[in-house]
């Protein structure tokens, strides 16, 4: 197959017939920089979590996935929206940033005294653009948006984006996860919006400890951040390369996504290190 895109993690091919290849590699990225030690068992959570939230979403949207085989996904090609459709349940991240600057997230007015990390009264659509490689996604407005890719389809996009966030809020908090904030793909396919890419992993969302979360602090999270807090402890300027990880930081992120996958789906992970990954 003709490969068509190599990201930090992700991998897509040419697949024939308006179908395209995503795999999902066991690479991990820290501040842009590539490591080179591979986190077990990765992109196959990844690929595992959107194959199941798409099945849990496909009354509410239709999507992209035709099979899934380890770490790898058989999509149909969709015409991609130009925005990211965010929704954010709690104030964190850089929508808290612009909170405390100007009270304002997205540009949009939330009720003043709201603390970092804190639950919002209702879910919040907040796009964003999509940005070349190597740059940063921006955050925009929804009338932004809307002059991308028009009020009717913003505002679909929108009202898809939040149902899906609170359907799979509702089931993480049932696990004692709490999605403070994810981030969706959508595209066109036969003329409707559809669910694509990555969805709803540790990766495209900030998923939080509910038994941690204070408002005013920080919880951890379900992905890398055992390697994040690693490498800011080593005084590493950012810049390629990377300095290697310690076995133990590779297996407390592997087990910290293994985690996130088994609560959210109720499922065990087959670890067979037969399996691609």
Known sequence: MKLLYSGKVRDIYDAGDDKLLMVTSDRISAFDVVLDQPIPHKGRVLT???????????????????????????????????IECIVRGFLSGSAWKEYAERGTVHGRPLPPGLQQSQQLPDPI?????????????????????????????????????????ERAAARAAAAGILIADTKFELGWIDGQLALCDEVLTPDSSRFWEASAWV??????????????????????????????????????????????????????LDRDPGVAG
């Open 48 to 82: 595992g979590l959107t194959a199941f939230w798409l099945g849990q979403m496909d009354d509410i949207v239709p999507n992209h996935l035709i099979s899934v085989d380890g770490a790898s996904m058989l999509v149909r090609k969709a015409e991609m929206l130009p």
């Open 215 to 268: 408002p005013g602090t920080t919880p951890p999270s379900f992905d890398k951040q055992p390697v994040r807090d690693w490498l800011e402890s080593t005084g590493w300027d950012k810049r390629p390369p990377a300095p290697p990880l310690p076995p133990e930081v590779v297996q407390a992120t592997s087990e910290r996504y293994l985690s996130a996958y088994q609560r959210l789906t109720g499922m065990h």
């Open 125 to 165: 659509f907040t796009p964003s653009t999509k940005a070349a490689v190597g740059d940063h996604d921006e955050n925009i407005s929804f009338e932004q948006a809307a002059e991308l890719v028009g009020t009717d389809v913003a505002a679909h996009a929108a009202a898809i984006s939040i149902t899906v966030y």
